[in-house]
T-cell receptor, first 113, second 113 residues
């Protein structure tokens, strides 16, 4: 079954702790993306990666870090430098052969206490 | 710059009513256009897309036509159901060395029986 998985679905952390969100895809897509969604708002791009071992900052990268060591995986770390980390985080993947279409995972809701 | 403006919500309709959610865009070049749907607590699902002017995307009774002359991609459905209640996002692709999506703010749709 092809798709994108994100884990965990809900995550609680204390203020000041780093936390890593998992994103895995078996769609053989080259590109992967992380978005943040706040209540009643659209999606904002945090980081994206077009190829293994390469990634670029999106519109709101401050306080976040990523790695892309494998094609299938694109974990996002929310660091203690992120001032307001409580949000819904969405991972997506895509390929240029599909006219820029991105496919999304189910999301992780992070709550910082 | 590139931007997407959606009809402000929330939108509330009765079952079997006709639906229109307006979406207009500003873009350089010739973007692909998308509608995504998000059900409560879930990630985004691709609903339909159109890749060039005058193309019509359709899926599950929803339709949208890529209108270059009015820079619009309005979502329509002839007869909505309670199960269509969700948040709908219009988006455009920006491909300048990377496949990036720009999203509208989303429109919350509620269908009453």
């Amino acid at each position: 079954d092809g798709g994108i998985t994100q884990s965990p679905k809900y995550l609680f952390r204390k203020e000041g702790q780093n936390v890593t969100l998992s994103c895995e895809q078996n769609l053989n897509h080259d590109a992967m993306y992380w978005y943040r969604q706040d209540p009643g708002q659209g999606l904002r791009l945090i980081y994206y990666s077009q190829i293994v071992n390469d990634f670029q900052k999106g519109d709101i990268a401050e306080g976040y870090s990523v790695s892309r060591e494998k094609k299938e995986s694109f974990p996002l770390t929310v660091t203690s430098a992120q001032k307001n980390p409580t949000a819904f985080y969405l991972c997506a993947s895509g390929t240029s052969g599909d006219r820029d279409t991105q496919y999304f995972g189910p999301g992780t809701r992070l709550t910082v206490l | 710059g590139n931007s997407v403006t959606q009809m402000e919500g929330p939108v509330t309709l009765s079952e079997e009513a006709f639906l229109t959610i307006n979406c207009t865009y500003t873009a350089t070049g010739y973007p692909s256009l998308f509608w995504y749907v998000q059900y409560p607590g879930e990630g985004l699902q691709l609903l339909l897309k159109a890749t060039k002017a005058d193309d019509k995307g359709s899926n599950k009774g929803f339709e949208a036509t890529y209108r270059k002359e009015t820079t619009s991609f309005h979502l329509e459905k002839g007869s909505v159901q309670v199960s269509d209640s969700a948040v709908y996002f219009c988006a455009l692709s920006v491909t300048r060395g990377a496949q990036k999506l720009v999203f509208g703010q989303g429109t919350r749709l509620t269908i009453n029986p």
